[in-house]
């Protein structure tokens, strides 16, 4: 829609950029009050997202570029132009966990405890940093007329990154309800995976920015299918543990 917020002189501010940049902004400001409260370093939070932030970027932006070699073969140059789109949020999650999983065994810190607390921020920085693929016209839908005209792709198309936003905020919303009731440790994480998993499972039936594969699948909804495996199974796991507060 508008891939170029503004432009001063030679600086040029790119919509996706910026709408990364706000989501990291609100995320970090909530999610550091709530660590505030449960008696952690705001110091060492914002060490842990800023680590988890660079090596998620790196994973989607690494397995976004595996899934799209062709055109990056062709034009390498665009491997740096992160301006431009292109994150796969799949490898940012298992990314981005690793990398929390490592900090947290270098802090001594409870690594389910973290990866609770971090849950519901990364699906509000998710669902704010949607509204920048629609800005950027990336992670478009399918074409109707009932859709939004795309000047980019010169077509009216369904705004998949609009409905993702909301859906993703929808999760967030659910994910901090569950976080004040008596759960499980890793359970909000869980949680968050199991959902996500679903809402992108059917979300790809209306975006068309992926190939069909086997049984007309995208590469996406066979991870999903895989990660909605595993946290089914995680989730059955946890709750033979004992509840905590």
Same mark, same amino acid.
């Given at each position: 829609?508008?891939? #170029? &917020?503004f432009k001063f002189g030679i600086v040029t501010i790119y919509s996706y950029g910026f709408m990364l940049f706000i989501a990291v902004v609100v995320s970090l400001s909530f999610l550091l009050k709530d660590a505030k409260k449960k008696g952690y370093d705001a110091n060492v939070i914002t060490d842990l997202v800023m680590i988890v932030l660079f090596f998620g970027i790196l994973g989607a932006r690494v397995?976004?570029? #595996? &899934?799209?070699?062709d055109f990056y073969a062709g034009n390498p140059r665009e491997i740096f132009m992160l301006q431009h789109g292109?994150?796969?949020i799949l490898g940012g999650i298992v990314a981005g966990l690793l990398a929390a999983f490592l900090f947290c065994r270098?802090?001594?810190?409870?690594?389910?405890e973290i990866i609770d607390l971090l849950a519901p921020y990364v699906v509000l920085a998710h669902s704010i940093g949607r509204i920048g693929c629609f800005l950027n016209g990336c992670c478009y839908g399918l074409p109707s007329k009932f859709g939004i005209y795309f000047p980019v792709h010169s077509a009216r198309l369904i705004p998949t990154q609009l409905i993702s936003s909301f859906l993703l905020f929808m999760l967030f919303i659910a994910l901090k309800v569950k976080q004040r009731m008596p759960h499980q440790k890793g359970a909000i994480f869980v949680s968050y995976i199991l959902y996500y998993s679903v809402i992108r499972f059917f979300m790809e039936f209306i975006r068309a920015d992926s190939p069909r594969l086997f049984l007309g699948l995208t590469i996406f909804q066979y991870f999903c299918i895989v990660l909605f495996a595993l946290s089914s199974l995680s989730y059955i796991l946890l709750w033979k543990r004992k509840i905590s507060k």
């Open positions: 829609m508008h891939p #170029i &917020l397995l976004y570029i #595996i &899934l799209n070699l292109g994150l796969a270098y802090k001594k810190l409870a690594f389910l």
